[in-house]
């Protein structure tokens, strides 16, 4: 300390010594960040045993009585870029584009759009495909695990841009009609039935 | 002095590492010079034989100027310290620089390193001219009439085979083995569905690889019945290491026996477990990706099961085919080859029972 005192022009420099602590520092936060990138989402070979069996599914805001506003079910694969990725493969590889198209509905109902006939909640989608819905959805049951069910939807859910853009599945390869899934606005969503028309979203 | 006994210190520990490499090397060569199912060192066909040939030319050259750079070091650093040696004590110690004409050795010099310069050059004009005409040789068609067509597409991470044929009735689609005559070329176009892959018999052929919305085509002949072992040498994903095949080469009568086979339905179930067997596979989800042809299953994302029984592996070459092996796939395929597309499958004891005996006896 007296040395520094005595040599003033020196002490107006930082000491080498600390000047390596304070790169060495930036350096471990900036190594810090980059792998904390690396856990933003963690690959399961195994999947988790499949949550519990969904009971009854409300199909309806309707319902006798005050209203009793159910908490929105937890998708497990929603927060996964990959795990809707897989769901847009399967979506294809399925067959589903059979009837839905690509989002723009034929033979089924449009999927990116905001009109839900059977509800828009994670759940109401699983059921979908699970149990099948009248004229013509058939039913998937037993046919495809749980863990691929749930891909399905979350990627029907992000046709209509309901899931955040960081984990929304890119451009297909080949060519597309409408823009990637990354890039759709978010629709809705409105299920027909439910609310009477003045509480629908006006777009 | 000091400096000349580690100088000395350092060229005998140079060297005995080198002679470690060198004996390293020289025990890798031999255990390739073994041969088996799947090396490069062992050819059965043309295409396989120019490459073996190519690889030895390299071996030699890189061997010898690997031996003469080595020698020519030990000599450098040898006379290097004899030179110091000597020179050490008549040296003046001046700042002054010494401006004198090259001696005869500094002449010598020159001329080795220019003399090494040309020798380098030539030798890789030799190699490049080898490499490339061996690539053209690879490249072209064997014969003009090639009796067989294979369509092999590459999928993350197994091999989709399709035989070509001119009658509609007789194309037919197998997986993770191809059978081919002996003796007759045979013309294989490479394709892709997701990512790159390469195909590649290292007893038949060099590597080639399948690019997603390109036709590759290549020519092979093996010349001699036996079973060869393919592997995908283009990096795919999780499960590369575990994406092979095998290329049977059976005698021409043999291989039309099997042609025919193949063509065929899948056999009807026979047993009243097999029926079973044959249920649960149309009610699980086995239906979903897999064909089975005669039966209502025909979707094409994963293998095509009509005579899976007659196969010797499952999983591209990942397990051998045996009933035991079949069971623990379905029920846990992530457990042999994590990240595959095939799911877990949760099914009764009995139902998975039955479900192998009917997959068993489609041969």
């Given amino acids: 300390m007296r040395q520094r005192k005595t040599n003033g022009a020196s002490s107006l420099i930082p000491h080498p010594s600390s000047l390596r602590a304070v790169a060495l520092s930036a350096w471990l936060v900036v190594a810090g960040a980059l792998f904390g990138a690396c856990e933003r989402e963690r690959r399961e070979f195994k999947p988790a045993p499949p949550p519990a069996p969904l009971g009854n599914v409300a199909q309806s805001e309707l319902s006798p009585g005050a209203p009793q506003p159910t908490p929105p079910t937890k998708n497990p694969a929603e927060d996964q870029a990959y795990a809707l990725n897989e769901g847009k493969r399967l979506y294809d590889q399925y067959n589903c584009t059979g009837c839905h198209f690509h989002g723009g509905g034929g033979i089924g109902p449009p999927l990116m759009d905001e009109k839900w006939i059977y509800g828009s909640d994670p759940a109401n989608i699983f059921q979908t495909i699970v149990e099948g819905r009248p004229n013509g959805m058939p039913s998937f049951r037993q046919k495809l695990p749980d863990d691929q069910v749930w891909q399905l939807v979350g990627f029907v859910r992000s046709m209509s841009g309901q899931l955040p853009k960081d984990v929304s599945t890119t451009r297909d390869d080949h060519m597309n009609a409408r823009s990637s899934e990354q890039r759709t606005e978010q629709q809705g969503p409105v299920s027909t039935g439910g609310k009477p028309k003045s509480a629908e979203q006006s777009h | ?363």
């Fill in chain 2, 1 to 363: 002095m000091s400096g000349a006994i580690r100088l000395r210190g350092h060229g005998t520990r140079l060297s005995s590492y080198l002679l470690r490499a060198g004996a390293a090397l020289a025990v890798l060569s031999l255990a390739a010079c073994r041969g088996g199912v799947q090396s490069a060192l062992d050819p059965e066909g043309p295409q396989a034989a120019r490459l073996a040939k190519l690889w030895w030319l390299f071996f030699y050259v890189s061997a010898v100027v690997f031996v003469l750079v080595m020698v020519a070091l030990v000599a450098a650093v040898r006379r290097a310290r004899v030179r110091r040696d000597e020179t050490l004590t008549a040296l003046d110690v001046t700042d002054e620089p010494t401006v004198a004409p090259a001696p005869a050795g500094e002449r010598r010099m020159t001329n080795a390193v220019v003399g090494a310069t040309a020798a380098t050059v030539v030798i890789m004009f030799v190699l490049l001219v080898a490499s490339f005409s061996v690539g053209r040789a690879l490249s072209a068609r064997l014969e003009q009439n090639n009796k067989v067509t294979i369509e092999v597409t590459g999928e993350q991470w197994w091999w989709q085979v399709r035989y070509w044929d001119v009658a509609a009735e007789n194309i037919f689609i197998t997986a993770n083995e191809i059978h081919i005559p002996v003796g007759e070329p045979v013309t294989v176009q490479l394709k892709s569905t997701d990512v790159n892959h390469s195909f590649w018999v290292p007893n038949l052929t060099g590597k080639k690889d399948l690019i997603p919305g390109k036709v590759a085509t290549i020519w092979l002949r093996a010349d001699r019945a036996g079973l060869y072992r393919g592997q995908c040498a283009e990096f795919c994903g999780f499960q590369h290491a575990h994406m092979a095949f095998y290329v049977v080469a059976d005698p021409p009568e043999q291989f039309n026996a099997w042609l025919a086979e193949q063509r065929g339905a899948a056999a009807q179930p026979a047993t009243a477990q097999q029926q079973r067997g044959q249920q649960v596979f149309m009610h699980a989800t086995c239906v979903m990706c897999h064909t089975i042809q005669g039966t209502l299953a025909g979707s094409n994302i994963g293998p095509d099961l009509t005579h899976v029984a007659g196969r010797r592996t499952i999983a591209a070459g990942t397990l051998e085919n045996t009933r035991e092996n079949l069971s623990s796939w379905i029920t846990d395929p992530q457990t042999f080859k994590p990240g595959t597309r095939m799911p877990a499958n949760k099914l009764a004891p009995e139902d998975l029972q039955a479900l192998v005996e009917y997959l068993q006896s489609l041969k």
